[in-house]
């Protein structure tokens, strides 16, 4: 004689075995969200420090290129004062022949 009360009869192993197949998908699904998650974040940073790497070019290239240009402003004023002190040697000797 089969007792009633057996929890492992009939639907009872069923119940068991779709609950432990759920948990065991619940964990693996979690386990491959977390997977996604990190291989993202790497992803992010990788492209968050690219990003920053070009900034860092672009600066350097700023710095260069203003360096540059104070030199030739220096040159240009040089030149200039140059020219001014000729044009007032001429012009004090044409002065003088007048």
Known sequence: METTNDIWGGWGSVALVVSVSLAFMFIVAI???QAFKTWQASIENKALIARDKAYEVLADKSVY???KLLEQQERIIQDISDMRER???IEQ???AVD
Do not use: D, H, I, P
């Open 93 to 95: 000797k044409l002065a």
């Open 87 to 89: 044009v007032t040697s």
């Open 65 to 67: 290129t203003q360096q």
């Open 31 to 33: 386990l491959v969200w």
